[in-house]
């Protein structure tokens, strides 16, 4: 069973960057797929990126391609959210998630994700 701590999160002006974290421990992380979902207050929790467990594949969800990089080091037994060009919408709880690595191609609903973090809050100001 893997063990999943995000963080990287905080305050940001619109337009600018953050990039989150996720380590994780008690298994081995090239086993899972690994993807990053948020929850906005009274909104459900939506899919954001999801990498392969080799990284060679990635997916990312249309509000966000060509602002945010999901990337892992598996050496590190980390997974990353790189997000640029911040809007305001954007703001969120951010989670990580890990799923088996048979899983193909990426899911992305959430009740298909085996473990998850407790989250990192992300506020991007207008």
């Known amino acids: 069973q893997v063990q999943l701590v995000e963080s990287g999160g905080g305050l940001v002006q619109a337009g600018g960057s953050l990039r989150l974290s996720c380590a994780a421990s008690?298994?081995?992380?090239?086993?899972?797929?690994m993807g990053w979902f948020r929850q906005a207050p009274g909104k459900e929790r939506e899919f954001v990126a999801a990498?392969?467990?080799?990284?060679?594949?990635?997916r990312l969800e249309d509000s966000v391609k060509g602002r945010f990089t999901i990337s892992r080091d598996n050496a590190k037994s980390t997974l990353y959210l790189q997000m640029n060009n911040l809007k305001p919408e954007d703001t969120a709880l951010y989670y990580c998630?890990?799923?088996?690595?048979?899983?193909?191609?990426?899911?992305?609903?959430?009740?298909?994700?085996?473990?998850w973090g407790q989250g990192t809050q992300v506020t991007v100001s207008s």
């Open positions: 008690g298994g081995t992380f090239s086993s899972y797929n």
């Open positions: 990498i392969s467990w080799t990284g060679g594949t990635t």
């Open positions: 998630a890990a799923v088996g690595s048979t899983w193909s191609p990426l899911p992305i609903k959430r009740g298909t994700y085996s473990y």
